[in-house]
């Protein structure tokens, strides 16, 4: 395992925003956390679509089962057969008439018949497709691979996390400088970086532009080459 890394650490997200590939394009590891509790109004396995010229909300039925459960313990509904081409038929309608849509119906169709039924493994066989269509060269890693103990929360979870990595550098999106403290990170030999996504936009053929949509509505309007140069618009502070 090589040292002195650049590392970052999120949830699994269902096709995320933008910002979420921009975090994993700037580190060498990227930790996907699956013992986590499943976050019932968050955007595990949820997220959002261009329209008609509106974000509309997009979801990965679930089983019923218990909130208190972690992400792998979660399974999808037993009518998502159903359900995934009634979402395939949404996206088709929306996007249409987007200059890359056979791209981004391809990547959708990839990542929509994945076989596996556990939630976290369906989320994590869209987040490698994705990133392998973007080419991205961050090294992957679920986060009960490593010895690190569940329990811990917050940061200390994230610093342990590090500290197996042999971590020189953790980046976390801006939302978290109210949780994590620069000294206590630098006192165990890591600089702490927050992620800022520049503004950005992009034609989508309507009247204004709808940010921070699924990656999906990114590919369907922009080539490769443009989403990678994309990537880049992100500051550290």
Known sequence: MKSQRVVAIMQPYFLPYIGYWQLMHAVDVFVVYDNIEYT??????????LC????KVFTLPLRKDHDSLHVCQRY?????NKERGRLI?????????????????ELLATCLHCEKQNLFE????????????????????VSSALDVDASLRGEDRVLRTCECLKARTYIN???????YSKSRFQGNGIALSFQNVQQYAYEQGTARFVPHLSIIDVIMFNDIPAIQEMLTKMDLS
């Not at 019932?40 to 679509?49: E, T």
């Not at 369906?122 to 994705?130: A, D, V």
Request: one cysteine or more.
């Open 40 to 49: 019932k109004k968050g955007w595990i396995n949820r997220n959002r679509m």
């Open 52 to 55: 008609n010229g509106e974000d």
């Open 76 to 80: 999808l509904s037993e009518t998502f």
């Open 89 to 105: 038929r949404q996206f088709e309608s929306c996007y249409r008439k987007a200059p890359y849509f056979r791209t981004g119906m």
């Open 122 to 141: 369906f989320i994590w066989h869209s987040i490698k497709t994705i990133k392998d269509a973007l080419g991205l060269r961050a090294e992957l890693c």
């Open 173 to 179: 999106p801006i939302g978290g400088q109210s949780l």
